[in-house]
C-alpha cells in the first residue's frame, strides 16, 4: 500500500505551477480557432423548422466545416450554416444544411438518445463554463429525434443526462434546417456580463457515411471539450433560478400462478401502487441539490431477467432518474484525464479501478432470509428519503455527496397458520463523497462511503455488517502539451465490522473464499468482527497517435471488500496487462481505415498462483465499399483457478487457443448483414465453435426487421 501513496503524492504534488501554465495553451485547437458571434433575438424565435425570423436574418453565419470522415480534412462536400441568437431564457441555435440531393436525407425513426442513429443528423457541443473539461451535447435528426449527452473528463460522454429543450427540423428544395430552443436553465456557466464559451457543431451525411465539423479534431489527435471553437457575444445574462420537480404515480398488476391454492398473499393476480416525488434546485450556476422521497422503481423493474449459474453477482446498469443525473462525479474514480479505466464492475481479475459506488445498493431487494409456510417478501427496500450535490466549485473543482436513508422492511410470512412478521432488512444510512480538482496537466481527487446499520435482529446481526468504511484517492498527469501521454492511478482502502458471524460470511464469499484449504497467504478466522484491505491501480499510455500504447498494473488486496454500497466481484488479485495498436485512419487502396493491437495480460493471487492471461492479435478493417471485416487470435496460457471449486482446493485451467472472425455489410443499404464465427480448442482435447448469422431489413421509415 505505500507503494500506490507515495506513487500518487510524486504525480499530483506538481499539479499546479509550471504543469499547468505549460498546459493552458494545450486548452485550445491546434491551428487557427473558429470563432462563432451570438446576437441578442429581436422579439420572440419561434421554433418551427424555418429560419425566417427577424433575429435568425440578422445573425452571422458560421460556415466552412471540414471532413473527419471519410477524408479528413477535406472541406465538406455540402454546405452547413450555423446562426446563434439568444435572449434572457435562452440560447437559440439555427442550422441550414444543404443537399444537392433532399430526396435522399435520411429521415429514419429511432429512440431518444440512439446517439448511433440511421439517419441524418447535427449535434450542437457546447462549453458553457468554458472550463476545457466538462460541457454538453444537443442532437437532432432530420426526422426531429432529439438526443443529448452530458461530456467530462474532455473526452467522456454521459448519454443518461436528459435535458428540457426544443428542436424541430424541415426539408424543402434546399436541404434541410434544425432549429433548437436550449434554455438557460439546462446551463451550468459563471456568472459575468460578457460570456465567451466553447461551441462546436457535427454534421453527419448518412447516404455519404460523412462527418464534418465545424473546429476539426483529428481522429490521430485527442481532446473534445478542450478543442471547441469560440462563441463570442454573449452579454447580459445570468445563471436563473432552477427548480424542478417530477412527481409520479404508479399502478401494476401482477398475474402468478400459485405455486400452493392455500398461499394466502397470492391468488393468482396482485394490485401495486406508489407515489414519490424529485426535486431538483439550482444552489449556483454550477451546483445542484437532488431530493427524492421514494424514487421511481418502474424503470428497474424493466431489468432483463438473468439466469445466472455462476458465483459472482449480476450487475445491474442504473435507471432511475435520481441516481442518473450528476453520477458522473462518482463514476470517473480513477479514470481522471479520459483513461480507459480498465475497469468494469468486477474489477480485480481482467478488470482493475474498482466500482467503489454502486447506486443500485440502496434500494435494494431486502437482504434477510424467510423460511416460512408462505411468505409475502417487499421486492424493493423503500427510500425513506435521499440528497444529492453535484456541481462545480470554481473553474477547478467538482464536488458531489450523496446521502440516503432506507426503511427497516418486513415480510409477512405465515407458518402452521400462524401470522407473523419478519425482520428482513435494517434502517440504513448510506453516506458518498467525492471531490475533485481537474487541470489541464494533472488532477488529483478523493472518494469516501460509510453504511451504517442499525441492527436490532438477531438473523440480520448475523447476516449484515453494522458499519462498512471506504476512502480512496486518485490522481492524473499528462506528460506533454499534446496531453497524448497520461499516466493515472487510485489507492483504495475499505474496512467492515460486524459480528462474528456477519464478517465470517464475508470471508467465505465467492470475492476471496478464504476457507480453500491449500491458502497461504490469508488466514481463515471464525471469531473476526472486521475486515480490511486495500486496492491499488496504476495505468500509462499513448492514448493518441498513429501508435498507441496502454498498460495497467492492479493489485486487490485479499480483505478488500465494497459491495455494501459498491460492487466488487473479486478480491487477492495482482495483475496486469500490455498493449500496442495500430491504426491508420487514411484511405489505401483496399481499405478506409484499418487497425491491429497486439496484447498481453496477466493475473495471480497473493499465494503467487498464476490465475490466467494470455496472449492476443487482434484487427478490424474498414474496405472502400464500408464493409467491415475482423478478426482476433487469443492463447491462454496454463494457469489455476481458486474460484473453480467454490472454495475447495485449487483446479487446473489448460491452456488454450482461440480465434474469431466477423464480416459486416455496409449498414446504410435497406438490406445488410452481420456474421460472427468462433472457434476454440484446449491442451486437454476440448474445443467449442459458433456461427452467426443476423440479416437486417429496412421495411419504411418507421420500421426494421
Do not use: C
Amino acid at each position: 500500500p505505500w507503494f500506490w501513496l507515495a506513487w500518487l503524492a510524486w504525480m499530483v504534488l506538481p499539479a499546479g505551477g509550471a504543469a499547468a501554465a505549460d498546459g493552458a495553451a494545450n486548452d485550445e485547437p491546434h491551428g487557427p480557432v473558429v470563432e462563432v458571434r451570438a446576437v441578442r433575438a429581436v422579439g420572440a424565435v419561434d421554433i418551427d423548422g424555418d429560419l425566417g425570423d427577424e433575429s435568425w436574418l440578422m445573425a452571422p453565419v458560421a460556415t466552412g466545416f471540414v471532413q473527419r470522415d471519410p477524408d479528413e480534412g477535406q472541406p465538406a462536400t455540402e454546405r452547413t450554416e450555423l446562426r446563434v441568437v439568444y435572449d434572457d431564457e435562452a440560447l437559440y441555435v439555427g442550422l441550414r444544411m444543404f443537399d444537392d440531393d433532399p430526396a435522399a436525407i435520411v429521415r429514419r425513426m429511432s429512440t431518444r438518445d440512439d446517439h448511433r442513429p440511421d439517419a441524418d443528423l447535427v449535434t450542437v457541443y457546447l462549453d458553457p463554463r468554458m472550463d476545457h473539461l466538462t460541457g454538453t451535447a444537443f442532437e437532432v435528426t432530420a426526422a426531429n429525434v432529439q438526443g443529448d449527452e452530458y461530456l467530462y473528463d474532455d473526452t467522456r460522454r454521459d448519454n443518461t443526462w436528459d435535458a428540457v429543450w426544443q428542436s424541430e427540423t424541415s426539408i424543402d428544395d434546399r436541404g434541410w434546417v434544425a432549429e433548437m430552443r436550449i434554455p438557460l436553465s439546462q446551463l451550468r456557466f459563471n456568472p459575468g456580463e460578457d460570456q465567451t464559451w466553447g461551441i462546436n457543431v457535427s454534421r453527419s451525411i448518412r447516404r455519404k457515411n460523412e462527418t464534418a465539423w465545424l473546429q476539426l479534431v483529428p481522429k490521430d489527435e485527442r481532446g473534445q471539450v478542450s478543442r471547441m471553437a469560440h462563441l463570442v457575444g454573449i452579454s447580459g445574462i445570468a445563471p436563473p433560478a432552477r427548480f424542478e420537480m417530477l412527481p409520479y404515480v404508479t399502478a401494476r398488476s401482477e398475474f402468478i400462478r400459485p405455486s400452493d391454492s392455500g398461499d394466502p398473499y397470492n391468488d393468482g393476480s396482485r394490485l401495486f401502487g406508489g407515489a414519490g416525488l424529485d426535486v431538483k434546485w439550482g444552489l449556483s450556476g454550477s451546483v445542484t441539490l437532488d431530493g427524492t422521497v421514494n424514487p421511481d422503481f418502474g424503470q428497474v423493474e424493466l431489468d432483463p431477467e438473468v439466469i445466472n449459474l455462476s458465483a459472482f453477482e449480476t450487475y445491474f446498469d442504473e435507471k432511475r432518474p435520481f441516481f442518473v443525473e450528476g453520477g458522473q462525479i462518482f463514476r470517473n474514480y480513477g479514470r481522471g484525464g479520459g483513461s480507459g479505466g480498465y475497469g468494469g464492475p468486477g474489477h480485480g481479475g481482467g478488470g482493475s479501478t474498482p466500482q467503489i459506488f454502486y447506486s443500485r445498493r440502496i434500494g435494494r431487494p431486502p437482504q434477510g432470509s424467510v423460511e416460512a409456510d408462505y411468505a409475502d417478501k417487499p421486492s424493493a427496500t423503500t427510500i425513506v428519503g435521499a440528497a444529492k450535490a453535484t456541481g462545480k466549485l470554481g473553474s477547478s473543482w467538482s464536488l458531489g455527496i450523496l446521502e440516503a436513508v432506507t426503511a427497516r422492511e418486513y415480510a409477512d410470512v405465515r407458518t402452521g397458520g400462524v401470522d407473523g412478521r419478519v425482520q428482513v432488512e435494517p434502517l440504513t444510512s448510506y453516506f458518498v463523497g467525492r471531490l475533485l480538482r481537474e487541470g489541464p496537466m494533472s488532477g488529483v481527487g478523493v472518494i469516501s462511503t460509510a453504511v451504517l446499520r442499525q441492527l436490532n435482529d438477531v438473523d440480520l446481526t448475523e447476516r449484515l455488517p453494522h458499519q462498512s468504511l471506504v476512502v480512496g484517492l486518485d490522481g492524473y498527469r499528462f506528460f506533454d502539451r499534446q496531453r497524448e501521454w497520461l499516466l493515472t492511478g487510485q489507492f483504495s482502502a475499505s474496512r467492515v465490522q460486524g459480528s462474528q458471524e456477519a464478517i465470517d460470511r464475508l470471508q467465505q464469499l465467492s470475492s476471496r473464499y478464504f476457507q480453500r484449504p491449500d491458502m497461504q497467504s490469508v488466514r481463515y478466522d471464525p471469531e473476526a468482527t472486521s475486515l480490511g484491505g486495500w486496492s491499488g491501480t496504476v495505468e500509462f499510455g499513448r492514448q493518441a497517435g498513429t501508435v498507441r500504447l496502454s498498460t495497467s498494473a492492479y493489485a486487490t488486496s485479499p480483505g478488500f471488500e465494497i459491495n455494501d454500497v459498491g460492487f466488487q466481484q473479486r478480491a487477492d488479485r495482482v495483475g496486469g496487462d500490455v498493449q500496442f495498436s495500430w491504426e491508420k485512419f487514411t484511405p489505401d487502396r483496399w481499405t478506409r481505415n484499418r487497425e491491429v493491437s497486439f496484447g498481453r495480460s496477466w493475473s495471480m493471487n497473493f499465494d503467487r498462483e498464476s490465475q490466467g492471461g494470455d496472449w492476443s492479435v487482434d484487427g478490424r478493417a474498414t474496405l472502400l465499399n464500408y464493409w467491415g471485416v475482423g478478426g482476433s487470435v487469443r492463447r491462454g496460457v496454463r494457469a489455476y483457478d481458486d474460484r473453480f471449486t467454490r472454495g475447495g482446493p485449487l483446479a487446473v485451467s489448460v491452456a488454450r487457443w482461440s480465434g474469431s472472425l466477423r464480416f459486416d455489410t455496409d449498414s446504410r443499404k435497406r438490406v445488410y448483414a452481420n456474421s460472427r464465427g468462433s472457434y476454440s480448442t484446449d491442451d486437454a482435447g476440448g474445443w467449442s465453435g459458433s456461427v452467426n448469422l443476423s440479416v437486417n431489413l429496412k421495411a419504411s421509415s418507421r420500421l426494421s426487421l
